[in-house]
Each structure stands twice: as C-alpha cells, then as structure tokens.
C-alpha cells in the first residue's frame, strides 16, 4: 500500500515536471516567434475614406435637389478615395490608390480649387512619435516634419466583426486642423453681421464666413488579431491595427488587409519638397487664400471671387 502511495506520488510529480517543461517549451516558442514576427512582419491594408457635405447650408438653402445632386456628383471624386496603407511593428506610409481621371472629370469651382490641394503619401513612425506628409499646394511642393498626434483613448469594451476580425471600440476627442477644408461650415446665422450694415464695396475674407469645429469626436474599432498600434492616415496609438474610424462626416473603413505579402516594400520616408511644420504649412494656405481673394475680387456683389462659403 505503501510503495502504491509512493509509486501514484512519483508519477504525479513526473507527469507535473514534464507539464512544465512542454509549458516553458512553448512560451519560449511564442517569444522566438514573436522576435521573427516583429522582425520581419509587414502587412497591407486598403481603406475606403468618405466624406459626406451638409449640401442644406449650401446656397443659403435657395438651391433645389436637382442641384445638389449635381454638386454632391461632382463632389464625390474628391470627398471619396481609396488609401492603402502598408505597415510594420513601428512604420507606415499611408497614400492614395493611383487611378484614371474620367473623361470630362475636370473639376470647377469649389471643386478646382480643393484640386490644388493635392496631398501626397504620409509616412508615420510610431516609435519615434514622427509623421512626415508630402503636399502639394498651388502647384509648389512641400513636406510637412511634424510630431504624431496622442490621442487619449477611451476603451469601451464594445466589439463587432468588420471581415473576420473582431474588432474592440475605442473612444477619443480629437483637435481638428484649422485648414480642414473637408470640416469647414457656414457660420450659424446668429454669428453672421447684418447684410446691410457691411459696405459692399469692402472686400471680404472668405474664411471669415466659414468655420471649423476647434474638436471632434473620433470613434475606432481596432481589432488585437493584428498587435500592431498602427492605423489610417493620422489615426494610432491602439492595441491593434485599426480598421475604421468614424470622425464627424468621415469614415474610414478597412476592405481589405494582405498579412506578409510576396512582396514586401521599403518604407521609405518621403523627401520631396519644402520642409515645414504643419503651423507653418497652414499659414502659408492662408496668405494664399488671401492673395487669390484680392486678385480675384471678393467684393459682394460681383459675383466673382474665391468665396468659400455653404
């Protein structure tokens, strides 16, 4: 009864000592693996952006359906695009999918003048807090050196499966560009001066007719399948890659990822142009804007003018 007792002892303790070791084996497997995946590890996704326009402010509410169906039209090739944006552990470039113009597709009016705003592949590296973003503006090159935005995330603990990911909400408030065209709005009536008391003579400012929101509500769903703190554009900072984002009229969503595909690419940090600071940039938009105001004439009135106004 005895040597039994010791006999079941020793097996129970042999059977623990080699659980053990098929346990260290494989944490010392998922440590090996995790090295290469971070080594080597690159990965593909493609994202639709779309942009929608409160087309109700447009026109002082005089235009019909008819035209703002044309304008919404003639607006979507600039307010919908595909981005693809290749990624590692601490790096990413993010730019937009090459097409063919339409024939006939040439822009007018507002939709000429968002043309010359034409940016360029944005590169990020999330280790070192970093994003470069090339920018073309008037037909001048430059490159934007700037600091990556922190948001403060709020994880919600909310999930939903985008493709075959499951995917967890998270939360943040984030501060909008001042030069944002895509976020710009008429200014509500009540802040507007009295048509009559303004001398028509007097050329106007046309950002003093607009504004942008100082913030906006961001919501992203990030799934942890794919540990990477990466994401579209300027959006980071989460436990996995993120795979939409939902901020004021845009959305942002993942249709497509490829994880380590044949042929793996250089991320390259952008070089061509200008440097400048995003503050820097944004001055320079604004002496232009008003430059092309008084070459143009923004005078009430006439007609004319480069009047960016909803």
């Keep these: 009864m005895l040597k039994s007792s010791i006999f079941n002892t020793t097996k129970r303790h042999t059977t623990m000592k080699t659980s053990f070791k098929k346990l260290l084996f ?3 497997a998922i440590c090996t693996t995790s090295i290469s995946f971070a080594q080597d590890f690159q990965g593909k996704a493609v994202y639709l952006s779309k942009t929608t326009m409160d087309l109700d402010n447009f026109g002082r509410g005089d235009l019909s359906e008819e035209q703002k169906k044309r304008i919404a039209d003639r607006m979507k090739s600039m307010f919908e695009k595909t981005y693809i944006l290749t990624f590692n552990q601490a790096e990413s470039t993010y730019k937009e999918e090459e097409k063919l113009e339409a024939p006939g597709g040439q822009s007018r009016g507002f939709g000429m003048m968002m043309s010359n705003f034409t940016g360029g592949t944005q590169y990020k590296n999330v280790k070192e807090q970093k994003v ?25 603990g909310e999930t939903k499966q985008i493709g075959q990911y499951l995917c967890m909400k998270a939360t943040a408030i984030k501060k909008v560009d001042e ?44 799934t942890p399948q794919i540990p990477v703190n990466q994401g579209p554009g ?58 092309m105001q008084e070459m143009y004439g923004g005078r009430r009135g006439q007609g004319g003018g480069m009047r960016i106004r909803h």
Excluded: H
């Design 132 to 156: 470069l973003q090339e920018q073309e503006f008037f037909g001048k090159q430059f490159l934007i050196n700037d600091e990556l935005e922190k948001l403060e995330w709020k994880l919600e």
């Design 26 to 28: 494989c944490f010392l």
């Design 234 to 291: 300027e959006y980071w900072g989460l436990p996995g890659l993120i795979l939409e984002i939902n901020a004021g009229r845009t959305t942002i969503l993942c249709s497509k990822i490829v994880i380590n595909p044949a042929d793996k690419e250089e991320l390259k940090m952008p070089s061509k142009g200008k440097e400048v600071t995003r503050q820097e940039y944004n001055d320079i938009m604004k002496k232009k804007i008003e430059e």
């Design 179 to 222: 030069m944002d065209f895509t976020r710009m709005r008429r200014r509500p009536p009540a802040e507007e001066k009295n048509e009559k008391s303004i001398d028509s003579t007097k050329t106007i400012n046309p950002l003093d007719e607009v504004e942008v929101p100082k913030e906006v509500e961001v919501v992203a769903w990030y």
